[in-house]
């Protein structure tokens, strides 16, 4: 046992150390989404109506959420180019040539982006008051359960990418392909209602739209009412850790064929 959780420990560490010692990360993960939230919020904010069961009125309300995601979205994008960094360091070759298990190394680096991205969420949750979000004690515990479930699914999809792709450009360009749109279409930016057929779909069917279900369940856990056109909460948390375990599996298996 110690085989295992030492090395996914101190890999965990690692990330943390690694993330407060580079300051345009925490600038970059955390600064860019609230812009995002002020300049989109303040932009559609008197144009924006929220159809009924969304849980807002406004578009600064209604986008809190997705911000949220994006937070840990953005965070689980940054840390798996930790991995490019440490292949070019010929720092992962000298890991995966110690006697450690792979899924140990996987469950570290997940760890590390897991926490990562929950930090900066918590910081963002506490402006929810300002974004007449009416928050309770319980729903913010609550919310921070899922955004760690959102935070360890995405962050082992980027990494299922990073132990796949050698060139950074090229991971750039496909976890922006991949990750963000869906983040796109989760719910994040705009409901399902009333967009076009082919996109109510696909938002359907993209597993992040029940995490971003069950974190706006979360947020208004004090008035369930405003939130019943969503997927229940006990749906949307079992999608989102099938999601999670999936993704995770994923990376473990990619990571075990990988030469480093």
Known sequence: MNNFLLPALTLWQREIVRFL??????????????????????GFGHSFRSPA????????????????????????????????????QRFLQGVLAAPVPRPAIVLGQALGGTTLGLLQGVLLLAAA???GVPLSAAGALAAVAVMALMGFALTSLGL????????????????????????????????????????????RINPLTYGVAALRRTLYLSRPE???????????????????????????????????
């Open 160 to 203: 299922l990418f990073a132990w796949r792709i050698d060139s950074t450009q090229g991971l750039h360009s496909i976890m922006n392909l991949a990750l963000l749109p869906l983040w796109l279409l989760s719910g994040a930016v705009f409901p399902a209602e009333g967009a076009h057929p082919i996109l109510a779909l696909l938002m």
């Open 21 to 42: 010692r580079q300051r345009s990360r925490i600038i970059g993960a955390f600064g860019q989404p609230l812009l995002f939230w002020l300049v989109l919020g303040s």
């Open 226 to 260: 405003a939130v019943t056109g969503l997927p229940g909460l006990e749906v949307s948390l079992l999608v989102t850790i099938a999601f999670a375990l999936a993704a995770f599996l994923a990376a473990v298996r990619t990571a075990e064929r990988s030469a480093g």
């Open 129 to 131: 008051p300002l974004a």
């Open 53 to 88: 069961g969304n849980g807002a009125g406004g578009y600064t309300e209604y986008f809190f959420t997705g911000i949220l995601a994006m937070v840990v979205l953005f965070t689980a994008i940054f840390s798996t180019f930790s991995v490019m960094e440490d292949r070019k």
